[in-house]
């Protein structure tokens, strides 16, 4: 750490944890050593992670549940073990609440089409409404404007205030006696806005509604605890937080489970089956139609005995001082602005901006000349773009790996695209 970093409290050691990932060490454009700072859009793996991959698809491929061979069985033991993990990892009641799927969107997906098809007092229709957020992700919109209009319900959201926080005012009138289900996102993908969970469930549990947290750019950070949230269903998924792609989470309470209906048929989900009719396994498998995604789950759950081992606690603090010095740091850029919070409480590690009238994506493609890697674009989260007029941001995101270092690199090559831009 360099004297300019003596101030910072609560980082982890980087040194030590950023030789477990060997992307880190690549090297880019002129022998340039990459920097990385796009782990809101996915993070990277480290080698504990990789080797439980080579591992399973060495030594125990197979397909799960129904193999009475060694290897059979031991795909199903490491299949289960990481649900075990992952109902841990988030403090969940029960095992059995833990649906694997391939993403966080599917997950969501889930929700929604279970609650189109379920029986009262769950079901969406032309009568109920349904409760969003305008910063939300793209996956986190469309399922529910697709419910909305096969049903008839009516969507409603909350606003943005100008800094980039949920507007509360009205939550009476978003949140209604009709309203069957509220979902909003625990850590905005764009602004890094943290929500008031508290407030908005507080509401929703007054008229009675379901709530459904995002929380893909949350358990990655910080402690997820789903019995202290309190909310009936919470998605995330594995590549945000250190683990493969294609594996996902659904957490729901158990009683809901056993209510709602499952969303995919085929092999797996089922208990029994004829011609005429088939009656459903329990939760989770009830909503894991097919072969699942074994080798994913395996590495989530290397990813979680990861995490947990630095601890999420640490994670947090060491992301909460990067993210307050990085935020210093932007803002003393000539025309750059801040899209959401401009301080660091309240507001997790990615940070968009945009700088003075040059496009983001110019702007990401001579950062990436100088080995800094960014996100441009709107985040799936256009409605965002559209509340603040802008037609898209540059978006940095650290992680546990991330260093002041780092945000150095950012802030000297933004001054380099300054300079080619004239």
């Not at 101030?7 to 990459?34: C, M, N, Q, W, Y």
């Not at 929700?111 to 098809?117: F, I, K, P, R, Y």
């Not at 007054?206 to 402690?223: F, K, N, R, T, W």
């Not at 294609?246 to 957490?251: A, E, N, S, T």
């Amino acid at each position: 750490m360099t004297s300019a970093h003596q101030g910072l409290s609560g980082l982890l050691d980087t040194e030590a944890i950023r030789k477990d990932f060997p992307l880190l060490d690549r090297v880019v454009h002129d022998g340039k050593k990459i920097v990385y700072l796009d782990s809101a859009a996915t993070s990277q793996k480290p080698r504990q992670v990789l080797d439980a991959l080579n591992e399973y698809y060495e030594r125990h491929n197979a397909n799960v549940h129904r193999g009475v061979y060694t290897v059979a069985e031991e795909a199903t033991a490491l299949y289960e073990g990481a649900r075990d993990k992952v109902a841990a990892f988030i403090n969940a009641p029960s095992r059995d609440e833990v649906i694997f799927t391939k993403n966080a969107s599917e997950s969501l997906n889930l929700v929604a089409n279970m609650l189109g098809w379920a029986d009262e007092p769950y079901r969406v229709d032309h009568e109920t409404e349904i409760a969003i957020t305008e910063m939300e992700h793209h996956s986190n919109i469309v399922p529910w404007q697709l419910l909305s209009q096969r049903t008839g319900a009516k969507l409603k959201w909350f606003g943005l205030t100008d800094d980039g926080r949920l507007d509360l005012s009205n939550i009476e009138e978003v949140i209604t006696e009709k309203t069957k289900i509220v979902s909003f996102t625990l850590v905005s993908n764009l602004l890094g806005t943290i929500n008031p969970v508290e407030t908005i469930i507080r509401r929703a549990q007054e008229v009675g509604a379901l709530v459904c947290i995002d929380a893909s750019q949350a358990a990655p950070h910080m402690v997820l605890d789903v019995q202290a949230l309190q909310a009936d269903f919470v998605a995330f998924t594995g590549h945000k937080m250190v683990g493969p792609t294609g594996i996902g989470v659904l957490w729901g309470r158990q009683e809901l489970l056993e209510d709602l209906p499952p969303f995919l048929g085929g092999g797996e989900m089922i208990e029994t089956v004829s011609m005429h009719s088939s009656t459903y396994a329990p939760a989770p498998h009830k909503f894991e139609a097919g072969t699942p995604p074994i080798a994913q789950a395996v590495g989530l759950g290397a990813a979680v005995d990861y995490l947990s081992a630095i601890g999420m606690e640490n994670i947090a603090r060491h992301e909460h001082a990067i993210t307050e010095y990085a935020v210093r740091r932007l803002q003393e850029v000539p025309d750059l602005r801040i899209i959401g919070p401009t301080t660091a409480e309240d507001r997790g590690a990615a940070i968009s901006f945009t700088l003075g009238d040059i496009h983001p994506h110019d702007v990401g493609q001579v950062l990436d000349e100088e080995g800094i890697a960014v996100r441009v674009g709107h985040h799936c989260a256009r409605p965002v773009c559209l509340r603040y007029g802008i037609p898209a941001t540059t978006r940095a995101s650290f992680y546990l790996y991330s260093t002041p270092g780092e945000v150095d690199a950012l802030v000297a090559g933004l001054e380099h695209v300054r300079n080619f831009f004239g």
